[in-house]
């Protein structure tokens, strides 16, 4: 092949070459995301929320949103402080669904079966799931505004949601002054609650950074 051809040959691949890289797509002209499928904007959620999510970070947003909104819905409707409800939770069972005491008090606030049934029945509810965190809180929320009631006084009706009505009431009678033992309780759940109640004005998430 004479050397003026492969001039020409070369040439010809060149020119077809720069044809083809001018009808690729600019990969600055595209888009950096497909129609449609554009980063949610991160939105904030509410404190409440912000407290489920840092505490049980498995949760789907979603359920975290619905958990947030009994604890508010129950609380308002029993008179009781959200934050006091919290504070419960994390005294009784850390968080854990799936907890179980060894006197057989189960799920996020620890019900007791008997708890839970008249709770139900009260609710005129058919029995629900004891380690699913809605139903528990829900019918959780509903048992220690019966103890408040009952008793008339947050701490004591802490002491009768962790020992018992009947127990309490037997150490109010009782010429002696009630168990250190049992006041210990109420004072660890008072504490959680001042120390949530700190963290709620610095507590800042997204739904963006929580599903991470």
Do not use: C
């Not at 929320?49 to 049980?56: F, K």
């Not at 009947?166 to 120390?195: G, I, N």
């Amino acid at each position: 092949m004479g050397e003026g051809l492969i001039r020409r040959s070369v040439q010809a691949s060149a020119v077809a070459l720069g044809a083809a890289i001018v009808l690729l797509p600019s990969a600055v002209d595209r888009p950096l995301h497909p129609t449609g499928s554009r980063p949610a904007i991160p939105r904030p959620v509410d404190p409440l929320t912000g407290q489920v999510l840092e505490r049980m970070p498995s949760l789907a947003v979603e359920s975290a949103l619905e958990l947030a909104a009994v604890v508010r819905g129950e609380s308002e409707a029993a008179g009781l402080d959200p934050v006091l409800v919290l504070a419960v939770i994390g005294v009784e069972s850390g968080w854990e669904p799936g907890a179980v005491s060894g006197k057989g008090a189960r799920g996020l606030m620890q019900l007791r079966r008997l708890a839970l049934q008249t709770e139900e029945e009260d609710a005129g509810l058919a029995p629900g799931d004891v380690h699913d965190p809605v139903h528990n809180v829900r019918m959780g929320i509903r048992y220690l505004a019966r103890m408040m009631a009952s008793f008339g006084d947050v701490d004591l009706a802490l002491v009768a949601y962790n020992s018992g009505p009947t127990r309490t009431l037997s150490a109010l009678l009782s010429v002696e002054d009630m168990p250190d033992s049992m006041l210990a309780y109420a004072r660890k759940v008072r504490r959680e609650e001042r120390r949530i109640r700190r963290s709620l004005p610095t507590a800042t998430l997204t739904v963006a950074t929580a599903a991470r």
